[in-house]
């Protein structure tokens, strides 16, 4: 008699320690950089200092005679070698796109931009020979700020985008709010700058290609979030290669934050180079070139108008925005201001009228791309700054004026006035234990008392939603979007029982290896060790969307999904067959196939793994082998919510902020291992805090990237940064099977708000009702020393 | 070119190099250990931490040729004998790594700490880790994962210390 199996523990909702630690601890990780190939040759850029100029000549004799020199190439040799301008992925009517080379041809257009590339068989020798290379440019005048960029008599970048306007974009109904406004008992007006921030993902970008002249084969190495799309892009449009002779590989990736999704220049050129020279070809960013190259993010300045009755519900709200997307369109650039911002602009509230317009401008800077939230930081962060603001001249509570205007329980699915649908939520009670937890109730006194003694402590509240899991096809199809947002996933059952997983999602530090075990562990009722995850080798995976506003888990964990449910009933009715039973007879329970209701007579999942392979007794219907792909594409996004707080202590004679405490209660629907949900929360966090406090790509009136290096930009360091006190409650998303919503990108977008607004109230008796992020020592000790000469 | 001679995690390495050659990549480059990372180029973040003669050192900012004759340990000479050192063991139980690419610098950084601090509370290991980045943990996890080994190294006295001139890095 068959012995019944041990009941495997449920991994969903476990806290299991990850399965891709033991390589990263022990040195064992393999990134872009590590990847060594016999022959290999070293590319080094020369750039741009300057941001705008006609180049007149670019010398390249000396740099060639350099030994260890292979060659030395231009933007003109690029292009008369087949190298098209970099396509963007997303279009928007009357929307001026950008020529956008690999290296540039005979124009520069910001500070960084590549005029040459050297290649050499060291990369001391590849830097040097750069040094050799003359170039002769022709100045010509600058602009780096949007607003100015889009004012009467500013140089033009584009000669295709007369005033430097790539587009305009509204969203809402303009009538409907401004009659809202009119009839509002009070209108807060507020102007926000939400500040440019570069990306800096620890690991530099890097690439490595080499070319196979017996298969006619490419290998990219890439510092990916999404290889399939850089097969595409690079392939179809830029570089003329097959797919099918194209391979992208992102192996370990070290932090991406949205600024490695992009085709950026460099990968462009290092392919090319590869298959012209013969060669394997290295790139590695040094920071430096991360600072000025790598897509930046945010860099907006809003006009905000919130109208509310003499409850303080809000009546209306209206937004103009103007938004910087530096030199050139890069991938996703016309996506994050307009669909990732303006339709975000509901936030947790119910709001009657919602109008959003926005001016996007080219400027010599650095371009611009997602970062992490990617458009939903910059939303929350201007509702909720405006509630403060608002709750400021209301003399309400801020607490009060959120709960008068949450959104119900029973209004689900909610319909916005700003296109999206909410799936599911419930927020206010994460705003209520949001506020136990940090002690509000006690929290004014102290902060009263504290005040007497000359002490600023401030509480700053943020309730946040966001969209993630970005998706459906047709809908972001309709909307611009030049792809589909589905996702793919293979599941391999090989003859022993073992699985293997194509996934088309990468991780690159979300775990996934281990989250997507814990699924597959689960429904297939087998250990997590006999789960292998294999993600970002468009050589191994069939086709995949790749990991971007936090969608892995609700699209790409859901075509594991999928593929297990076509597994399972593959199984179930060859095991039918193998017991004689009729299919619907039979079950699947802790990893076996059985009769219903008499559970000794099964079949182990491994057992019938084989005979599916072993096909000596099949149904007649049935193919050998057990593999399944499928494409998720969700009828919607998903929709996570919470409330953060922060309570901070700002020193007024240095103008230093602390944080002292910082509370967040999140519902990201289901928890698959909340372990990893609250690390990313954590790094989240920590994202959007710097926003608020520290981080700022700053540009000098000539272009010239001010903060270009960590001892001139603010990343935060342990001894800056609080411990973190979380909460869940759990709001399943009905878009998916799995239930879950996603999670990587929720605390940046809840975090700055809540910071800022956490300062200002600490500033609040000084009069000071708002000062632009980030709320750098300085700022805050000059607005303190405004005010006090106001005050006199 | 210079002759350096340097046992790097027990083993002896003897190598012609470049005057200029930075320790990272000579560790990277020449002798394959590629576990040491290369964050920055002004000494900021920390990634390629490795330790020097029992010192947490930068290894971008120190030139091989200053290594020469030296000790060094770097992030694939931590375990011994095939069992994770307590800070791995940290790393791993308490979540303190996501993409791991600041993680062998984070743990050399705080093998240092911990040799001049063995008993560090949550500040002096904040302070303690100001010399390294991370991007992905927000540092929450990475204070508990040294916590984890400091508590793990105070039960088990039978470590083996590194020479005890050890200073947390900058």
């Known amino acids: 008699m068959a012995t019944q199996p041990a009941t495997l523990e449920r991994m969903i909702g476990k806290a299991l320690k990850r399965r891709e630690d033991p390589r990263f601890i022990t040195g064992r990780g393999t990134y872009t950089d590590d990847v060594k190939l016999p022959g290999v040759t070293y590319a080094f850029f020369v750039r741009s200092p300057v941001a705008h100029a006609r180049i007149r000549r670019v010398t390249t004799a000396r740099a060639k005679a350099h030994p260890g020199v292979r060659a030395v190439f231009t933007g003109r040799d690029l292009a008369d070698g087949g190298v098209n301008g970099i396509p963007t992925g997303w279009l928007l009517p009357n929307l001026k796109t950008t020529d956008r080379r690999a290296i540039a041809v005979d124009r520069v257009r910001y500070v960084g931009e590549a005029v040459a590339v050297v290649v050499a068989d060291t990369p001391y020798a590849a830097s040097d020979a750069a040094e050799l290379v003359e170039v002769d440019y022709e100045q010509l005048p600058v602009v780096a700020d949007a607003t100015r960029a889009l004012g009467k008599g500013a140089p033009q970048i584009h000669d295709n985008a007369p005033g430097n306007l790539c587009f305009h974009w509204e969203i809402g109904d303009r009538a409907k709010t401004e009659a809202a406004l009119k009839g509002a008992a009070r209108v807060v007006k507020v102007k926000l700058v939400n500040q440019r921030l570069i990306p800096t993902a620890i690991e530099p970008r890097a690439s490595l290609a080499s070319y196979s002249p017996a298969t006619d084969e490419l290998t990219l190495w890439l510092t990916s979030q999404n290889p399939h799309v850089h097969r595409l892009i690079m392939g179809a449009f830029v570089l003329g290669l097959p797919e099918q002779k194209f391979r992208v590989i992102a192996p370990d990736v070290g932090g991406g934050f949205g600024s490695k999704i992009p085709v950026y220049p460099e990968e462009v050129a290092v392919a090319w180079l590869a298959k012209k020279l013969g060669t394997p070809v290295k790139w590695t960013a040094e920071r430096r070139e991360s600072f000025l190259t790598d897509t930046h993010g945010r860099d907006h300045v809003s006009e905000v108008e919130m109208g509310f009755d003499t409850g303080g519900k809000v009546g209306g709200l209206r937004v103009k925005t103007v938004a910087n997307l530096g030199a050139y369109l890069s991938l996703f650039a016309p996506a994050i201001p307009t669909y990732l911002y303006g339709t975000l602009l509901n936030g947790v509230y119910d709001i009657p009228a919602i109008f959003c317009e926005v001016d996007a401008a080219f400027t010599h800077t650095t371009p611009v791309d997602a970062l992490r939230g990617a458009g939903r930081p910059e939303a929350c962060y201007l509702i909720e700054r405006t509630m403060d603001v608002a709750a400021h001249e209301l003399k309400l509570d801020p607490a009060e004026l959120r709960r008068r205007n949450l959104i119900g329980r029973d209004r689900f699915p909610f319909q916005t006035q700003v296109a999206l649908v909410y799936d599911s939520g419930n927020y206010a009670p994460t705003l209520e234990r949001a506020l136990k937890m940090i002690g509000y109730e006690h929290f004014r006194s102290q902060q009263a008392e504290a005040r007497k003694k000359g002490r600023c402590l401030g509480l700053g509240i943020s309730s946040y939603i966001e969209a993630c899991g970005i998706a459906p096809s047709q809908v972001v199809g309709s909307l611009g979007a030049q792809a589909g947002l589905y996702e793919s996933a293979t599941v391999r059952v090989h003859p022993t029982g073992k699985v293997t997983v194509l996934t088309g999602s990468h991780s690159h530090g979300q775990g996934h290896e281990t989250t997507f075990s814990q699924i597959v562990a689960d429904e297939l009722g087998i250990p997590v060790d006999d789960v292998e995850i294999v993600h970002g080798d468009t050589g191994r995976i069939p086709f995949g969307m790749g990991t971007y506003g936090s969608r892995s888990g609700a699209v790409g964990g859901t075509a594991i999904h999928m593929s297990l449910e076509k597994l399972k009933d593959k199984g179930r009715r060859l095991a039918a067959h193998l017991l004689e039973a009729a299919p619907e007879d039979v079950e699947m329970k802790n990893g076996r196939f059985s009769i219903k209701g008499a559970p000794d007579r099964g079949k182990s999942f491994a057992e019938v793994s084989l005979a599916a392979y072993l096909a000596h007794s099949m149904p007649k219907d049935m193919e050998p082998g057990l593999e399944a792909t499928s494409f998720f594409d969700p009828s919607n996004f998903t929709f996570p919510f919470g409330t953060h707080i922060a309570m901070v202590e700002v020193d007024p004679e240095t103008g230093q902020t602390t944080l002292l405490r910082y509370v967040a209660v999140d519902d990201v629907g289901n928890v698959i291992n909340p372990m990893i949900v609250d690390g990313q929360l954590h790094g989240g966090i920590a994202h959007g805090a710097a926003q608020a406090l520290w981080e700022w790509a700053s540009y000098d009136e000539s272009g010239q990237l001010v903060t270009g290096s960590l001892m001139d930009y603010g990343v935060p360091r342990a001894d800056q940064l609080p411990k973190y006190e979380t909460e869940r409650t759990v709001t399943p998303s009905p878009v998916n099977p799995l239930g879950v919503k996603g999670v990587g990108e929720a605390g940046t977008i809840a975090s700055t708000a809540a910071v800022a607004n956490a300062v200002l109230d600490a500033l609040a008796p000084y009069g000071i009702v708002h000062v632009d992020i980030p709320l750098t020592p300085a700022k805050v000790w000059q607005a303190i020393q405004d005010a006090k000469t106001k005050g006199r | ?170």
Request: hydrophobic share 35%; proline share 4%; glycine share 12%.
């Open chain 2, 1 to 170: 070119m210079a002759r350096i001679t340097l046992k790097v995690n027990g083993t002896q390495h003897e190598s012609e190099v470049e005057p200029r050659v930075l320790l990272v990549h000579y560790l990277r480059d020449v002798l394959g250990l590629t576990g040491t990372h290369v964050g920055c180029d002004t000494s900021q973040c920390g990634a390629c931490t490795v330790m020097l003669d029992g010192r947490t050192v930068k290894a971008c900012n120190v030139l091989a040729v200053q290594a020469d004759g030296g000790e060094v340990t770097t992030i694939e000479g931590l375990a011994r004998d095939g069992k994770l050192h307590p800070l791995q063991e940290g790393f791993w139980e308490e979540h303190g790594l996501q993409c791991g690419f600041c993680t062998p610098g984070m743990i050399l950084s705080a093998w240092g700490l911990l040799q001049s601090n063995p008993h560090p509370d949550e500040h002096a290991i904040r302070l303690g880790l100001e010399g390294n980045l991370c991007r992905c943990t927000g540092y929450h996890n990475i204070v508990k994962a040294v916590q984890h080994a400091a508590k793990k190294l105070a039960e088990s006295k039978s470590e083996t210390a590194a020479p005890a001139r050890a200073a947390g890095s900058r």
